[in-house]
């Protein structure tokens, strides 16, 4: 079985935050937990870099566009390699080898629903999208983008026929041929298709893109709007358009995990785009919420925008991963604060799964122990059903029941006052308990799960340096 993940593609106007971390761990998890169950699986991100926001920015840091692009989506990649993410694909937005022709494709199978007139419209630059005022919060401004002035455009550029597809579009979501995880997000899309669709613009001219971007095939006045090409990424990245083999094993995507601010991108437009085209649908959509830091939104004016990379070097990928996975509930908004992280390290990873590791090793060790080298389960029932559903949080709660569950029976059966086969007995049966949980942890944790492997796979074992020293 084949089992194709993408993860947003970002903007690359500045460097990755920590939100951005929180989606790449979250796909690396699902890519992981399908090659344990033996799928063939492929993950793709890569860098949205055709935006005007990304033009304006290279503009007011002196740097040339493509100069600085690079720059910012090469740190992006080399975050998901820190976080111990496995992607294997990561597609440019600038790539003119497959990216540009791929676009240019789709848009000609586009064509019969595209045609070209005047429009006037607020432009939220942050989101590369037009507004109705209808859509704006009481200040009229973007509600993803409060304090920002909209910008009033008015220029003459291609459209999609959206509404064309307003129909075909509910019954797909309505019927999960589309599926949309969570169901309230689900129930969020079909209430915004119950009003009339509007048609959307697709194209900028070569004056407001600033020349950058994909060229609109047979305009050379016009280029691409970013997102008609951004979300063909998750298309180009697999051949559509150069590679026609290669296309076809993967294509559709299995599921798209993506924030809730890009929702109507992902469950209109681009399955719009994908049935003017007469291209298959992505099968499901995975919709996560967004960071909150000690109690408040990320905003640099509050200058509360958190760098991964420090954390990371501060603390390990492994113990990131798990607040992101356990304290932040998969489906709705989380909070991140370093007092909180502190805690839950100490409480879970350093007195829970570590202090359990240190344990048994311990006794193995001071009793010479040796235990039989074998090969341990898969990922049980429980874990399998969160996981489908992509309840990160609630498979680890799971995991860390069977560790008390394990710590409660070594203080009953007080291992270190036994002898001889009763002794060899228990301790076996421990060894395998922590494999097993090792191997459930690899989708998760999966450094510290090979390390506990590697230290508990027998026949003797020694005791290592601890897995979490204890934060102060």
């Known amino acids: 079985m084949k089992f194709y993940i993408t993860c947003a593609i970002p903007y690359v106007n500045a460097p990755p935050h920590i939100g951005h971390a929180l989606e790449f761990v979250q796909g690396d998890v699902i890519a992981r937990y399908h090659k344990l169950l ?68 789709l848009w000609d199978l586009c064509k019969n629903d595209i045609y070209k007139k005047s429009y006037e419209g607020l432009y939220c630059v942050g989101c590369e999208t037009f507004y109705t005022t209808e859509e704006l919060n009481e200040n009229g401004e973007c509600v993803e983008h409060p304090g920002k002035k909209l910008d009033k455009v008015s220029e003459e550029n291609y459209f999609f026929r959206l509404s064309n597809f307003q129909k075909q579009l509910i019954d797909l979501i309505s019927s999960d041929s589309l599926k949309i995880i969570p169901d309230f997000r689900k129930n969020e899309v079909l209430s915004f298709l119950k009003q009339p669709l509007q048609d959307i613009s697709i194209s900028r001219t070569n004056a ?28 180009s990245g697999v051949g559509f358009g150069w590679d026609e083999e290669k296309y076809s094993k993967w294509w559709p995507a299995d599921v798209h995990v993506i924030g809730k601010g890009i929702i109507r991108f992902h469950a209109v437009y681009w399955p719009a785009f994908l ?6 649908l992505p099968k499901s959509l995975f919709v996560h919420g967004y960071f909150t830091v000690n109690g408040q939104k990320m905003s640099k004016t509050l200058g509360n925008v958190i760098d991964p990379f420090e954390l990371i070097k501060k603390y390990g990928a492994d113990p990131l991963r798990y607040y992101f996975l356990r304290e932040i509930p998969s489906t709705s908004d989380g909070d991140f604060s370093e007092r909180r992280f502190k805690e839950l390290y100490n409480a879970d990873l350093a007195n829970g799964l570590g ?93 510290t799960a090979q390390k506990i492997l590697s230290q508990f796979k027998g026949p003797t074992i020694k005791t290592q340096s601890a897995l979490f020293p204890r934060l102060t």
């Open 38 to 105: 033996g799928d063939e699986v492929l993950l793709l991100s890569g860098g949205d870099e055709n935006a005007v926001k990304n033009v304006q920015a290279a503009q007011k840091a002196g740097v040339a566009v493509q100069q600085f692009i690079d720059g910012n989506t090469q740190k992006f990649f080399e975050l998901t390699k820190e976080l111990g993410c496995q992607f294997d694909i990561w597609q440019k937005g600038s790539d003119q080898t497959h990216h540009f022709p791929s676009s240019q494709k």
């Open 208 to 235: 407001r893109a600033k020349n950058w971007g994909v060229p609109v095939p047979g305009d050379d006045t016009q280029r691409m709007y970013v997102w008609f090409d951004a979300l063909n990424i998750y298309q």
């Open 275 to 280: 049935l003017s085209a007469k291209l298959s």
């Open 355 to 447: 202090n359990l590791v240190a344990r048994v090793a311990k006794l193995c060790e001071t009793n010479n122990i040796t235990v039989p080298v074998k090969q341990y389960k898969r990922i049980p029932t429980e874990i399998d059903e969160h996981l489908k559903e992509f309840q990160f949080e609630k498979a680890l709660e799971f995991i860390w029941v069977e560790i008390t569950t394990l710590d409660h029976r070594i203080e009953k059966e007080k291992p270190w006052n036994l002898t001889g086969k009763v002794l060899q007995e228990v301790l076996i049966f421990l060894v395998d308990q922590i494999n097993n949980i090792a191997i459930e942890l690899q989708p998760f944790l999966p450094e």
